[in-house]
């Protein structure tokens, strides 16, 4: 039996990741600090322990005691905007604590490290996004993910430690911490709707993403490491069509069926066009489904009326206020 180290495994997608590798045959221990998870979340089969990948005393015992022979690190604080903001943090956790992990990885000669990297690293480019361009991208959250792009090539070169690196955009569905208004724009679309408040939209809505179904990016990352082929490659990951963020709207709003008025905010800086290629990840993994936007939706917004209502949270520890949107000012 595979023993497996998901971090990140109580929250979004490390979750689902979770559930699949369950159903696989999989040990799982999940890792996680609960800053986005839940404990409701949370298999019952797998073994849960709360912890930060920046721990790395915690780390090493881990590795010590379980013996994993794949790791999954989902682990992250995405929130692109907002990184700007919070630079030692992002950095501390979303590259420091990655560092960590690869450590770790390679003194336990573990089979394969996936990381869930994102479009992010591509920045400003004209879209769609390929694997063979040059990341550049715009953002401290971005910068950190390549970073550990670029550690877990020379990793590998240096060490052999196999990788998987997948770039997802704009994922959404089941589980998604709603109560988050710094990320995840569909969760805070639908918390707003239930709460009868109006949608809160940066700039005009003309930008564009392509929103990605759960369902779609969760089941190959967990089978990803059956795939030798797939070792030590990158590959993006979601959905093909674009939306601008008003169609989203409007959207949820169907979805949810409740009509709400959307309140536009002065424009942040953003990229204003992302979206992927994804010909490169369905030849190497041709089950990949494509749930379109409004089915995805629909699915998410039965299990968001059931988790209901979610208290949005301010985050504590803001370093720099200058240019702050002033709508993550709000209580």
């Known amino acids: 039996m595979s023993v497996s180290l998901v971090t990140g495994g109580a929250g979004f997608i490390g979750t689902h990741v979770v559930n699949e590798l369950i159903k696989s045959g999989h040990k799982v221990v999940i ?38 022979d794949y790791v999954y690190h989902l682990a992250a604080y995405a929130a692109e905007g907002l990184s700007h903001f919070i630079k030692r943090f992002n950095y501390s956790n979303n590259l420091i604590g990655s560092v960590n992990l690869i450590n770790e990885s390679v003194k336990h000669k573990v089979k394969c490290f996936v990381f869930t990297s994102s479009i992010a690293v591509y920045g400003n480019q004209k879209p769609p996004m390929t694997e063979e361009m040059v990341p550049i991208p715009e953002d401290p959250y971005g910068i ?116 709400g008025e959307i309140r536009h905010l002065e424009s942040r800086n953003e990229v204003q066009h992302a979206y992927s290629d994804h010909s490169k990840v369905k030849k190497h993994f041709p089950s990949t489904s494509n749930v379109s936007l409004n089915q995805g939706l629909k699915k998410m ?29 709000e209580e």
């Open 31 to 68: 890792l996680d600090d609960l800053s986005g998870g839940f404990m409701e979340n949370v298999n019952p089969k797998a073994t849960f322990i709360q912890g930060s990948v920046e721990d790395y005393t915690l780390l090493a015992k881990l590795f010590n005691e379980h013996k994993f």
């Open 144 to 259: 950190a993910k390549y970073a550990v792009e670029m550690d877990l090539k020379v990793t590998h070169e240096m060490f052999g430690l196999n990788y998987i690196i997948f770039r997802p955009h704009n994922v959404y569905g089941e589980y998604q911490n709603i109560g988050d208004k710094y990320r995840n724009v569909v969760g805070i679309f639908m918390n707003q709707l239930m709460q009868g408040k109006q949608l809160t939209v940066f700039g005009d809505g003309s930008q564009t993403r392509a929103f990605s179904y759960i369902g779609d990016v969760a089941p190959c990352i967990a089978e990803s490491v059956n795939n030798k082929a797939a070792y030590n490659q990158v590959f993006n990951i979601g959905a093909d069509k674009e939306y601008s963020v008003n169609e989203l709207a409007t959207a949820t709003m169907d979805a949810m069926g409740l009509k």
């Open 301 to 329: 917004a039965e299990w968001a009326r059931n988790a209901g209502v979610r208290k949005s949270q301010k985050f504590k520890a803001i370093e720099i206020t200058e240019k702050l949107p002033p709508v993550w000012l």
